[in-house]
């Protein structure tokens, strides 16, 4: 077994200036490597749905000092897959709807993902926080691999979500 190399890690306030940031060292990174253009395509268009995920979900401090407003993007390298790992807090109500979604996708094959996503590409509508709800759905699809998450308990009402997305 390989260790992963860490190819970059942020952890604050995500903002969509971050996207700029970790595409610049990411750029570096696949020239030095000679990564197919296509394997790039998809690293930097997972890479930004996990910005914006981050970015439109993250929850605003109703306190100073409450550490609310910071998430994570984290990117390796074990030799086989990209790894992308986002994180941010969220209210526990959302919980078991957002675990719900995530367990439908992985259940489906590709096709099914891909119609899926058509089918809510035609009915969805912009959230008060500037989503539509199909980020999670396309990075699914175009990782093709199951995604991985988990829910870290802070208190009776935040937990911190972690998503990991494969990209092989």
């Known amino acids: 077994m390989s260790a992963a190399k860490v190819l970059y890690t942020f952890q604050g306030v995500i903002d969509e200036s971050i996207t700029g940031k970790i595409s610049e060292l990411m750029d570096k990174h696949f020239e030095e490597m000679n990564i197919p253009t296509e394997r790039r395509k998809k690293f930097f268009l997972i890479m930004v749905e996990c910005v914006q995920n981050v970015f439109h979900h993250q929850l605003k401090p109703e306190h100073e000092g409450q550490p609310f407003e910071s998430g994570i993007i984290v990117s390796n390298d074990d030799n086989s897959n990209y790894r992308i790992v986002s994180g941010n807090y969220i209210v526990n109500d959302s919980i078991k709807a957002l675990g719900e979604k995530i367990e439908r996708m ?14 809510s590409l035609s009915v969805a509508e912009l959230s ?10 396309d990075m699914a699809r175009k990782s093709k691999m199951p995604l991985e998450y988990e829910f870290v308990p802070i208190d009776e009402h935040y937990s911190f979500f972690i998503l990991a997305i494969s990209i092989p």
Do not use: C, D, V
């Not at 992985?106 to 089918?119: D, I, S």
């Open 128 to 137: 008060e926080k500037g989503g539509a709800g199909l980020g999670i759905l």
């Open 106 to 119: 992985n259940a489906m094959t590709p096709e099914q993902l891909r119609t899926y996503y058509q089918e």
